[in-house]
């Protein structure tokens, strides 16, 4: 079956750098985004990686290693509005976007 | 530019009932997909439409179905409601089908009781 993994919830420090792992088991692989959903909110979308490596959009960096089936998101100089559920999706064969269950990030001052 | 819309934004149904949700993507954009979010299940996906016709169909009973129609507008259909159908229903569009970023509606909450 095809399987996306990333931790439940994690929790960080205002100002600080957090890492959030995805890693994914899936048919086919034709890219993977991560998107931000604040609570009671619809998710928006952050980055597409769909070669190896890092890319880097201001405080946000997404990188991707096919080979490992992982991924991560680097988020870095951490602010309050960070606090949110991150998610992680993988494009299939199929052109189907398979989900993570997302990752809850908490940030404290 | 105004943003995809879901109407309506929340909704209570029984058992049983059915119920018909409906999507405006962005001005322009011609993909239309709906997704599933239950806590700790994630998004599931539902379907995608493109120019009206599905063009991609996740594992769903047959009790979900949905259309597009020429303005791109979309609806979703649940017939035979059940407790577990309880959901935010969330719809997304895109540009075409090459597009990579998805924008989201807000969301219609369901409720089943």
């Known amino acids: 079956g095809q399987n996306i993994d990333q931790p439940t919830e994690m929790t960080a420090t205002e100002g600080a750098i957090v890492q959030i792992n995805c890693t994914y088991q899936t048919s086919g692989f034709n890219g993977l985004f991560w998107y931000q959903q604040h609570a009671g909110e619809a998710p928006t979308f952050l980055s597409y990686n769909v070669l190896d490596g890092l890319e880097e959009k201001g405080r946000f960096s997404s990188f991707l290693s096919r080979s490992k089936g992982y991924s991560y998101l680097l988020l870095k100089e951490l602010q309050m509005k960070d606090s949110a559920s991150y998610l992680c999706a993988v494009r299939d064969s199929n052109y189907q976007l398979i989900w993570g269950a997302g990752t809850k990030l908490i940030i404290k001052p | 530019k105004a943003g995809v819309t879901q109407t309506p934004r929340y909704l209570i149904k029984t058992r049983g009932q059915q119920v018909t949700l409906s999507c405006s993507p962005i001005?322009?954009?011609?993909?239309v997909s709906w997704y599933q979010q239950t806590p700790g299940q994630g998004l599931q996906f539902l379907f995608e439409y493109f120019s009206e016709t599905q063009r991609n169909k996740g594992n769903f009973p047959g009790r979900f179905s949905g259309r597009q129609f020429s303005n791109s507008r979309s609806e979703m259909n649940v017939s035979t409601l059940e407790l577990g159908d309880s959901a935010l229903y969330l719809c997304?569009?895109?540009?075409?089908?090459?597009?990579?970023?998805?924008?989201f509606g807000p969301g219609t909450r369901l409720t089943v009781l």
């Open positions: 001005s322009g954009h011609r993909s």
């Open positions: 997304a569009s895109r540009a075409g089908q090459g597009a990579n970023e998805q924008f």
